[in-house]
């Protein structure tokens, strides 16, 4: 089944709506799957992270000292409550929360000793200039942790998820979304996936860089 269309600027129209609730519906039901992974980018050694579609920074209080941490969002109004956030609770592991498209990442090349997409991939316009750009901007030997809700063909929860595609861009995000969308992207290995909490509805994807990606580097033929 072809994934839905998602345009930038309904995109940005769902979560100016979201922005006011988010931490109270879909963060809080997310928490444990994001803390999960902020726990093991808390193992790596200093260095810097970037987290991709940040949102309102519901993750960035749990990051450890030794990390440095930036955040880019789409969202004007989810980023206003990220530095509220990090004013409010004097995150001094917070470099930097800057507004950016994924697909379209204003840094140099491996830039970063790891970048983190949570809940993101299902919500961008075009996942796959997103992974390459998550390869681009990570270092050689540097991890990339995608986590997030893919969707299954079968079951009862696959058909709960095609009914449910038709309201993509009200939802703000894909209910249908094959692991695949993410996979072979050149310079990236998979080293991990687990399936979290709650109900295994997300699974937690950790890569690995491997050599050098260029800016617009695509998928691996399969
Ligand atoms: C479901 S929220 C996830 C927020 C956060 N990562 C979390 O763990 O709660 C998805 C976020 O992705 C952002 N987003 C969507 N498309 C984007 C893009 N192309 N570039 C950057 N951020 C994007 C949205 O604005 C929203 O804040």
Redesign the pocket.
């Known amino acids: 089944m072809r994934i839905a269309e998602m345009r930038e600027a309904n995109?940005r129209r769902a979560?100016a709506r979201w922005a006011g609730s988010y931490d109270m519906t879909?963060?809080r039901f997310?928490e444990s799957s994001?803390m999960a992974a902020v726990a093991q980018l808390n193992l790596l050694p200093p260095g810097r992270v970037l987290e991709?579609?940040?949102?309102t920074g519901?993750?960035l209080p749990f990051y450890q000292p030794h990390l440095k941490v930036t955040g880019?969002?789409?969202?004007p109004e989810?980023l206003a409550k990220a530095r509220a956030r990090v004013a409010r609770d004097k995150l001094s592991q917070v470099e930097a929360i800057l507004e950016?498209?994924?697909?379209h990442l204003d840094f140099p090349d491996a830039s970063f000793d790891a970048v983190a997409a949570?809940?993101?991939m299902t919500?961008?316009?075009d996942p796959a200039a997103v992974m390459a750009e998550l390869a681009r901007v990570c270092k050689p030997g540097g991890v990339v942790m995608v986590v997030n809700h893919f969707s299954q063909d079968h079951g009862l929860r696959g058909a709960v998820e095609k009914g449910m595609s038709r309201f993509s861009e009200r939802l703000g995000?894909r209910p249908v979304f094959p692991v695949a969308t993410v996979m072979g992207q050149m310079g990236l290995v998979l080293e991990e996936g687990v399936k979290l909490k709650p109900f295994g509805l997300f699974t937690l994807l950790r890569f690995r860089r491997s050599g050098p990606v260029a800016r617009g580097q695509g998928l691996l033929d399969s």
Do not use: E, H, N
């Not at 991709?52 to 949102?55: N, S």
């Not at 950016?100 to 697909?103: Q, R």
């Open positions: 995109v979560y879909f963060g997310a994001r991709v579609g940040v949102g519901m993750s880019i969002d789409l969202s989810m950016m498209d994924a697909a949570m809940y993101v919500v961008v316009p995000w």
